[in-house]
């Protein structure tokens, strides 16, 4: 099972900024917490990922709460091509640690 | 251009017989992994390798199997055995260990009449 929670689904509006939540409430201290993206029928892409501290790249920012156990993704200005399921992943730094994928976020963005 | 390739994109087969899937990376990568995926779902682990020569059982390995005898290469089979073949499969690699970016092929949709 995966070790995340995430909604089935958002909207959200176009040129707006689109916060996708994710508990992970038992994350244990050495694992990180990572997003990937998925659009229809393509191989999923890595966005961001982070341990502790807030993180920010090109594509977007991850917020971290204090005690671990919640993390939110933002794509601060939302296109139509941002349309796809989106990914939360806990996985430790232990070589044999498997990535689970859950059923993740289909993320809309409405015109 | 680095990346991962998969061939082919769409595959065909009848009930009962063998179909090798296809999984390139010019990434230099050690770690190679193949997942499943079903209408709806997320990605499930079948098989993974760390290095040349060596690959574990992922969560659905039943009815599946690999080799990887180059570090390029991590050509997965489905056998007879797999109950309901029909999925979209995708293969992904990274430097070392899942807990670094997996890059990911295009997948191959695999329908089986």
């Known amino acids: 099972d995966a070790k995340t929670t995430q909604p089935p689904s958002m909207d959200c509006a176009e040129g707006r900024a689109a916060n996708l939540p994710c508990n992970h409430s038992t994350i244990s201290g050495n694992e990180y917490v990572y997003w990937y993206r998925q659009i229809h029928s393509q191989g999923p892409q890595y966005i961001i990922h982070g341990l502790k501290n807030n993180e920010t790249n090109e594509m977007a920012s991850l917020i971290i709460t204090e005690d671990r156990k919640s993390s939110t993704l933002i794509l601060p200005h939302a296109t139509l091509r941002d349309t796809a399921v989106y990914y939360c992943i806990v996985s430790n730094t232990g070589r044999d640690d498997k990535i689970i994928f859950g059923k993740g976020t289909r993320l809309h963005i409405l015109p | 251009d680095g990346g991962i390739t998969q061939s082919p994109k769409y595959l065909f087969r009848k009930e009962g017989q063998n179909v090798t899937l296809s999984c390139e990376q010019n990434?230099?990568?050690?770690?190679m992994y193949w997942y499943r995926q079903d209408p709806g779902q997320g990605l499930r682990l079948i098989y993974y390798s760390q290095i040349v020569n060596d690959f574990q059982k992922g969560d659905i390995a039943e009815g599946y199997s690999v080799s990887r005898e180059k570090k390029e290469s991590f050509p997965l089979t489905v056998t007879s055995a797999q109950k309901n073949p029909t999925a979209f499969y995708l293969c992904?690699?990274?430097?070392?260990?899942?807990?670094?970016?997996?890059?990911f092929g295009p997948g191959t949709r695999l329908t089986v009449l």
């Open positions: 990434l230099n990568h050690d770690a």
């Open positions: 992904a690699s990274s430097i070392a260990g899942p807990y670094n970016e997996q890059f």
